[in-house]
C-alpha cells in the first residue's frame, strides 16, 4: 500500500520566516495532493502535482514534485499568522487491487507566531 | 453548487448505540472516500467506493460499514459505538484519483460516552 511519512511532524516559526514541509512516497507518486486544514475545520484544497519535476506557486506557497516522483516539498515564504493549520499530502493508487484509494500523510501542524 | 455534504456536524453516543453518517455529493463523482481523524493525526482511510455497488476496504474498516447504491450517497454506519470511534469523520468525492482535486465535507465530530 502507499505509505506517505511527513516530516516535520510539528513546526513552530516566526512570521516572516521561511519554511518547508516534506512529503516522501515509498512508491512513485501518480499525483500528489496537499490540502491545508484549519483546526476544527474542513480541507482546503492547496494544489495537485503529477509530473517529475513539476512546480506550482498559488500567493507565498509553492509545491515541487521531485524527478523521481517519489517526494515533495511545500515551501511557505515570509510566513504569516493565516498560515498556520495543519497541512496534509496526498496520493492516489492508480493500479492494481486498490485502484482508485486516496491515501494521506499524518500531516504537519504549523505554528506562526507574530 | 453544493459540493460535498456530510450530516450531522455533530453527534454524541453512548456506548453500544448504532448511527449512520450521511455524505452527499452532487458532482457525479465515481470515487468517493471516508476518513477518520484523530487529534493531532492526518487522515486514515477507512472506506472507499469506486462507483455505485462497489466498495472496499481501507486502512482502518473495522466497527464500519458502508454501502453505495447510489453514485450520490455513501453512507457510513456505526453499529455498536465503542469510544475508540471518538473521531472527526470526513467524506470526499473525485472525479479522477490523481488527476484532478478531491473534494470534502465539513466534517462530523463524533464522541462515544
Known amino acids: 500500500s502507499q505509505e506517505l511519512e511527513q516530516s516535520p511532524q510539528s513546526l513552530i516559526v516566526q512570521e516572516g520566516k521561511n519554511l518547508t514541509i516534506n512529503c516522501t512516497s515509498s512508491?512513485?507518486?501518480?499525483?500528489l495532493y496537499w490540502y491545508k486544514q484549519k483546526y476544527g475545520e474542513g480541507l482546503i484544497f492547496l494544489m495537485m502535482?503529477?509530473?517529475?519535476?513539476e512546480e506550482k506557486s498559488h500567493e507565498k506557497i509553492t509545491a515541487k514534485l521531485d524527478e523521481k516522483k517519489q517526494q515533495s516539498s511545500l515551501h511557505i515564504t515570509a510566513s504569516q499568522p493565516s498560515h498556520a493549520g495543519i497541512y496534509l499530502c496526498g496520493a492516489a493508487n492508480d493500479r492494481g487491487s486498490t485502484l482508485g484509494r486516496l491515501y494521506f500523510g499524518r500531516g504537519t501542524q504549523l505554528t506562526v507566531w507574530p | 453548487n453544493a459540493g460535498v455534504t456530510q450530516t450531522p456536524k455533530f453527534r454524541i453516543l453512548k456506548i453500544g448505540q448504532s448511527m449512520t453518517l450521511q455524505c452527499t455529493q452532487d458532482m457525479n463523482h465515481n470515487y468517493m472516500y471516508w476518513y477518520r481523524q484523530d487529534p493531532g493525526m492526518g487522515l486514515k482511510l477507512i472506506y472507499y467506493?469506486?462507483?455505485?455497488?462497489?466498495?472496499d476496504k481501507g486502512e482502518v474498516p473495522n466497527g464500519y460499514n458502508v454501502s453505495r447504491s447510489t453514485t450520490e450517497d455513501f453512507p457510513l454506519r456505526l453499529e455498536l459505538a465503542a469510544p475508540s470511534q471518538t473521531s472527526v469523520y470526513f467524506c470526499?468525492?473525485?472525479?479522477?484519483?490523481?488527476?484532478?482535486?478531491?473534494?470534502f465535507g465539513q466534517g462530523t465530530r463524533l464522541t462515544v460516552v
Open positions: 467506493s469506486v462507483g455505485a455497488g462497489i466498495t
Open positions: 502535482l503529477q509530473k517529475g519535476g
Open positions: 512508491k512513485t507518486l501518480y499525483g
Open positions: 470526499a468525492s473525485i472525479y479522477s484519483p490523481g488527476n484532478t482535486e478531491a473534494f
